[in-house]
């Protein structure tokens, strides 16, 4: 506004009141007058909307430079959510017309097809797509390409024209709409009478894109593409070319995708990049596969046949994060196309000169030819506001005790190369206790992840007391890189990463950014290093209650340590009744005793129990001393903890409590141990119940509890569980009946059962029982009878309990459950676990049968009306090799058959696994037109890429050329 003018609409609503837009300008110096309007009627209306504004019409040429139109003002791209085309418009908002450019890549000469098929194709779907009623179509051509002239007038009565044009690789609409009859005017005439294209030579060419990357051998001058319409959002740079005396097509395709928490192997990358390329609508036959290198890079040469008879050639190299598709394709079965991919190579990134970048927000220098386009003025007031609900000016009051990172982001949109930088100003309270172990420990949080390992490090010690390293992260299999710089400067640490190689050097972007980038902070910060618990609790007190309420809900991030225990203890007494946030404070600081391990003067336990006889009369405060006294997890905490429940059990608001206190008590069942046979006096409360039997039945399962210990509540333990007992008895005698009436129950839909098998309370009475299975015969009727059952799941359970006690148990029943396909996995796992696989019947010791029996019990059907194996095949995922089964099943006589899969099993068919993650009933129904081998591939990819965080969601991306997009996501 200040340099040029504008036009702005601002809805009525905001412009009266002191707040108004009106006022805003005024108190930002704006002289304001209102423009009246008199009084006008129809005609002088009608005259108005009739009036020309002229326009001078400048060239706008195509960023690829391809095409170049005279019009009003310069195109801008249209994006959105829902804009997946490459549009670009120009409004002439005087004259209430625009002017719209539309670029769609159709890839016609590769997949085969002519400029005629195209255009008969756009014909044919003209009528469906051009609003209103099509006034005249004509046939043209401009520069060689042949398109239409079309005149349409809408709805609303408005005419447009459009010019569309067909290209060996793209449809362009050219499209001017106006008021009424404004596109009868000069200014459409000006607009589509200046379209023109760069005419192609037809001659051989060496080419290189204007910012290096690679050099090849094209047999004319490549059409040249950035494609921002991806799905996955990655950008796709296209070079297309064709051999106009053969037909023969040329293609290469670059993408550059970035994740710094993973890093999938090579030839998984490789796989997936040829089954993103290959489109099964059209390709037919793999002719070969051949993994390879290409100049050192990890690469697969591939050669497909086409549907239409075709053959394509296509070769796929991955280059640190960038992925590359070299592609022909030819008519002849005979084309050699070696001299065009043996052209192919690699070479420097070109870069401007570096020069000096100031970010004065995130406070660093660095020199880089890279630099982001900030608007300064708008980020600092985003970031302010940001920093601003971080700090208690929110709807709740709540201060975060970590303060946002600031993340920057340096990118080349030509050469895909990106680095990302993010500044980290740690908490006010936050101290690093040993400085060299902090460092390294920061250092390790970045390779935490499976498979990560550290290739190379260099330590950093720059000017202004600047720590750091520099350090090189890789994961097996890969050639990929994840390099990263990590500083530390006052209490800021800087993070910079990006990805590379191990195959070549960095680009100039890359090493000089590494190289130069430098910390400026304007003030001097406080050292990490230096203790600052003294001002945490001169903070707790502040009479400022912005910042009493600060340390107040830091504390449960605060890293306290042994050497505070006495401040808190302080603190602790300090605290009165009348203080805000009295409870919340004194709960919070009781917690954080729990956590001190006070291994050089343990004062800790004995501090909790006076704070416990103190507050005798607040429950609230006694249920936190018992809770800290559990996740003390010494020997002295968990022999006050027992004295004291046993003396008064707290009583908590909700069940999360209660299991949270046992959970912590159940970390250490060595001191777990001690607490028995006394907490048993605890079952009979109803909050305690469940928690003390599942703490006891661990103890037992775990050999640490033995009968003896607590065999004085035997009656009351086989009281309860002869109550489940009955239960079960209960429900099979529902089951019984069932199976007499014999309904037609073929007939009937089988559905899935989310109940049966599930771990029961009668599960752990009988872990709790079966000690004394020689001492007293009740129990061993109790076992009886589970042995009865009508339940498989129960049956199984206490089969496999009892032989794992080396207490017998008849043929019969086990031969029984390996019979029954739903249960014969399970029972094998159970009894593996147990080490009693002696007692497996060796009929159903098999893989077919094993495999057989995991399918059915993947989705836990009451009933499957068929399993059909298929074959079976090798395969591996992640570092497992092995085979999978092939099933065909229908759960319902009249259903369709549907695809299953079962695996792994070991390559070798004497051996079997109990590994059933590439198992699944896919429900994918089984397609009589369509090759069979194909669909149980299709649909064991689906599984094997589902273990890659890459692919996880691959096949929900597609894009309008039916190549499916290469990218990276998320884990």
Not at 654 to 669: A, C, I, K, P, Q
Not at 912 to 919: A, E, G, N, S
């Amino acid at each position: 506004m200040k340099k040029s003018s504008l036009f702005v609409g601002v809805g009525a609503a905001h412009l009266p009141g002191p707040r108004g837009v009106i006022e805003l300008l005024r108190t930002m110096g704006y002289t304001l007058r209102p423009i009246y309007m008199t009084d006008r009627d129809a005609a002088q209306k009608e005259e108005v909307d009739k009036m020309k504004m002229p326009v001078n019409f400048t060239t706008q040429t195509a960023d690829d430079g391809f095409f170049s139109v005279a019009m009003p003002g310069p195109l801008f791209k249209l994006s959105g959510e829902n804009q997946k085309l490459d549009r670009r418009q120009y409004s002439d908002m005087a004259n209430g017309a625009f002017y719209m450019v539309t670029r769609i890549k159709t890839h016609a000469v590769f997949l085969g097809q002519n400029e005629k098929d195209v255009l008969s194709k756009v014909d044919s779907i003209l009528y469906e797509n051009i609003p209103g009623k099509i006034l005249s179509k004509k046939t043209i051509t401009k520069n060689g390409y042949t398109g239409f002239d079309i005149s349409n007038r809408t709805r609303r009565g408005n005419l447009q024209r459009y010019h569309i044009f067909i290209t060996p690789f793209e449809v362009l609409f050219f499209k001017i709409s106006g008021k009424e009859n404004y596109v009868d005017g000069v200014e459409a005439e000006q607009f589509f009478s200046s379209i023109t294209f760069k005419e192609e030579s037809n001659a051989p060419v060496n080419y290189q894109p204007a910012h290096g990357e690679f050099s090849v051998k094209f047999p004319q001058q490549p059409t040249v593409y950035l494609n921002t319409t991806n799905a996955d959002m990655n950008d796709r740079w296209e070079y297309e070319s064709v051999d106009k005396s053969t037909g023969d097509a040329f293609i290469i395709l670059k993408k550059t995708a970035y994740n710094f928490r993973f890093l999938d192997e090579d030839n998984f990358e490789l796989g997936l990049m040829e089954e993103s390329f290959r489109n099964p609508d059209r390709f037919e036959k793999q002719l070969s596969r051949e993994q390879k290198n290409f100049k050192g890079y990890p690469a697969l040469d591939v050669k497909e046949k086409l549907k239409d008879g075709s053959t394509v050639y296509a070769r796929y190299i991955i280059k640190g994060p960038h992925y590359y598709v070299i592609a022909a394709k030819s008519k002849n079965k005979k084309a050699d196309f070696s001299a065009y991919f043996n052209s192919f190579n690699f070479i420097p990134f070109v870069y401007k000169a570096a020069t000096a970048y100031v970010d004065t927000f995130m406070h660093f220098t660095v020199n880089t030819p890279v630099a982001p386009e900030i608007n300064n003025e708008i980020r600092s007031l985003t970031e302010n506001a940001s920093a601003s609900m971080s700090n208690g000016n929110n709807a709740s009051g709540y201060f975060s005790y970590w303060l946002k990172a600031k993340n920057g982001l340096f990118k080349s949109d030509a050469t895909g190369e990106m680095i990302g930088i993010s500044i980290q100003e740690y908490p006010k309270y936050f101290y690093a206790r040993d400085s060299a172990k902090f460092l390294s420990d920061e250092m390790k949080t970045y390779y935490e992840n499976p498979g990560m390992v550290l290739y190379k490090s260099d330590t950093l010690n720059l000017a202004g007391h600047v720590k750091g390293f520099r350090f090189t992260l890789r994961d097996t299999g890969s050639s990929r890189t994840v390099n990263r710089l990590l500083m530390f400067k006052d209490n800021f640490s800087y993070s910079v990463v990006t990805l590379g190689d191990t195959l070549s050097a960095p680009s100039s972007f890359i090493s000089s950014f590494f190289s130069s980038i430098t910390p400026e902070l304007k003030k001097p910060g406080r050292s990490i290093y230096e203790n600052r618990l003294d001002d945490f609790f001169t903070d707790l007190f502040s009479k400022d209650s912005a910042t009493q309420k600060r340390a107040q809900q830091s504390i449960t991030n605060i890293y306290f340590g042994e050497q505070a225990v006495p401040q808190i203890a302080a603190a602790i007494e300090r605290l009165n009744l009348t203080d805000k946030d009295y409870f919340d404070s004194k709960v919070k600081l009781i917690a954080e005793l729990g956590y001190i391990k006070d291994t050089t003067n343990p004062v800790v336990v004995g501090l909790l129990k006076k704070i416990y006889e103190r507050t005798a009369d607040t429950g609230v405060f006694q249920n936190e001393v018992f809770k800290a006294l559990a996740r003390h997890k010494t020997k002295s905490a968990f022999a006050l903890f027992k004295e004291l429940i046993l003396l008064e059990p707290p009583v908590f608001s909700d069940s999360y409590e209660y299991s949270s206190m046992f959970r912590n008590l159940g970390d250490s069942l060595l001191l777990a141990r001690d607490l028995f046979p006394e907490l048993l006096q605890l079952s009979t409360l109803s909050d305690y119940k469940e928690n003390v039997l599942n703490l006891l039945v661990t103890l037992v399962d775990s050999n640490l509890v033995k009968a003896p210990d607590y065999e004085s509540y035997f009656a009351k333990i086989y009281f309860d569980a002869k109550v489940e007992l009955k239960k079960l008895q209960i429900k099979d005698e529902k089951i019984l009946e069932k199976e007499l009436l014999k309904t037609d129950e073929e007939n009937k839909r089988s559905y899935t059962n989310y109940s049966r098998n599930n771990k029961s309370d009668l599960d752990d009475y009988s872990v709790l029982l079966l000690p004394f299975y020689d001492k007293r015969k009740n129990v061993q009727l109790f076992f009886e009878r589970l042995l009865q059952s009508r339940e498989p799941g129960v049956r199984m359970t206490a089969a496999v309990l009892m032989l794992r006690n080396n207490i017998p148990v008849a043929d019969s029943i086990i031969t029984k459950l390996a019979a029954e396909d739903q249960y014969r996995s399970k029972l094998y796992t159970k009894l593996e676990k147990a080490k009693r696989l002696d007692k497996f019947p060796a009929t159903y010791k098999n893989q077919p049968e094993i495999a057989r029996s995991f399918l059915i019990a993947d989705k836990n059907y009451n009933k499957v009306d068929s399993v059909v194996y298929i074959k079976k095949q090798p395969v591996a995922y992640l570092d497992k090799k092995g085979v999978v089964y092939f099933f065909k099943y229908r759960v319902n006589k009249d259903d369709d058959w549907k695809i299953g899969i079962s695996g792994l099993q070991p390559a070798d068919e004497k051996y079997i696994f109990t590994d059933d993650k590439l198992t699944s009933m896919t429900d994918k129904k089984i397609k009589k037109d369509e090759p069979l081998d194909e669909q149980l591939q299709n649909q064991l990819k689906r599984i094997l890429f589902s273990f890659h965080p890459s692919a996880r969601n691959f096949y929900g991306y597609n894009n309008t050329s039916g190549y499916r997009a290469v990218s990276t996501y998320e884990d």
